[in-house]
Structures are given as structure tokens and as C-alpha cells.
């Protein structure tokens, strides 16, 4: 798929690429919707373990965005895969559809842990509602994502980044800090 894009990806084609007949791959992934659907559960299983493997846990968002935007923009045709099947998700009898709801919930878990890890460090606003930012994030996240499809110029970790920080209302902390300070040299 890396080579080629999603479509035109066949269940034929991974069959020859796995030595197995067409018959199994059909078995295991009963349409070219279930096939495409276990490729972003591929893709997403490792993204998980580059984010796990380099500690990407305990780090800021700066580097998780620009580590993940990175990763997806070295792989554009899983970007396009995602994109294209996040439309498909939103027909419930899709395959898609369970994924992304997994997904999505996995990423809401995330973005709130981080919130709330930034608001515990002082690096966030402690009035910033967690659920409500993890929401946004993600869907402006998915939105510069396809921005990034229609123009490859895009600098996604920035404005990834950027919307982060506006979001947590991380100027207002940063004002806040400065103005503590120089309350403290007076």
C-alpha cells in the first residue's frame, strides 16, 4: 500500500505479497473495506509503538505533535487512507466505523490526560474544560491533516502545535508567569 495508495490496493494483491491464496486473505478480511480497515489498525499499532519505544509519554506536546506529524507525513498515503476511511466511518454498518470510534476514544483519553498533565505543571489554563479541548484538538488535528492532503507546504507540526498552545491558553499562563516574576524583582 505505501507504494501504491489504498486505491488500489486488492485483497489479490496481499495474498501474493503474503504467499497465501486469495481465498485466505477473503477469509480473514471478508471485503476490501475489512482489509483497509486492519492497514489503519497496522498503521495506528505503529504509531503506538514509535510513541512508546522513544518515551513519548512523558514529553510535551511539541514533541509528540512534531514525532506523530512527522511519522504521518512520511507516510502520506496512510494519511490518505485515514482520511478517506474517516468518511466512511460515519455510516455505522461500515467497518470503519467501530475502528474510529476506538480511535477517537483512545485519542480523547490522550489529549485529556495531557491537558490536565500541562494544567498540573502550570503549563496550561486551569479553567481549559479537558474533554471539551481533547475534542477540539482532534478535530483540528483531522482538519490541518486534510489541509496537509490538499497542500503538501503545510507545516503540520506548527500549526498543530501552535493550535495546542492557543487551546490550552498557554499565553495567558506564560503572561501570567511573567508578570509574577517581575512582581518578585520589584
Known amino acids: 500500500m505505501n507504494e501504491r495508495g489504498d486505491a488500489s490496493v486488492s485483497t489479490q494483491d496481499v495474498a501474493e505479497r503474503a504467499g ?4 485466505t486473505v477473503t477469509y480473514h478480511f471478508p471485503t476490501r473495506d475489512h482489509l483497509l480497515v486492519a492497514a489503519l489498525e497496522e498503521a495506528d499499532n505503529i504509531n503506538r509503538r514509535v510513541f512508546e ?15 506523530l506529524s ?27 466505523h467501530a475502528w474510529f470510534l476506538q480511535h477517537q ?14 494544567q498540573d ?41 501552535d493550535a495546542y498552545k492557543r487551546l490550552a491558553r498557554a499565553d495567558l499562563v506564560e503572561a501570567r508567569r511573567a508578570l509574577k516574576n517581575l512582581v518578585a524583582e520589584l
Do not use: C
Open 53 to 67: 519505544a522513544d518515551g513519548m509519554q512523558d514529553v510535551d506536546i511539541a514533541d509528540v505533535v512534531t514525532r
Open 105 to 118: 476514544r483512545g485519542t480523547l483519553e490522550y489529549f485529556v490526560w495531557m491537558i490536565r498533565r500541562d
Open 121 to 161: 505543571l502550570g503549563n496550561a489554563h486551569e479553567d481549559v474544560e479537558p474533554e471539551q479541548f481533547a475534542r477540539q484538538m482532534i478535530a483540528l488535528w483531522d482538519g490541518l491533516q486534510l489541509q496537509k492532503l490538499v497542500d503538501p507546504t503545510l507545516d503540520l507540526p506548527t500549526q498543530v502545535v
Open 20 to 23: 497465501v491464496t486469495e481465498a
Open 70 to 96: 512527522a511519522t504521518a507525513a512520511g507516510h502520506p498515503h496512510r494519511l490518505k487512507l485515514y482520511t478517506s476511511q474517516a468518511a466512511n466511518a460515519a455510516h455505522p454498518e461500515h467497518p470503519a
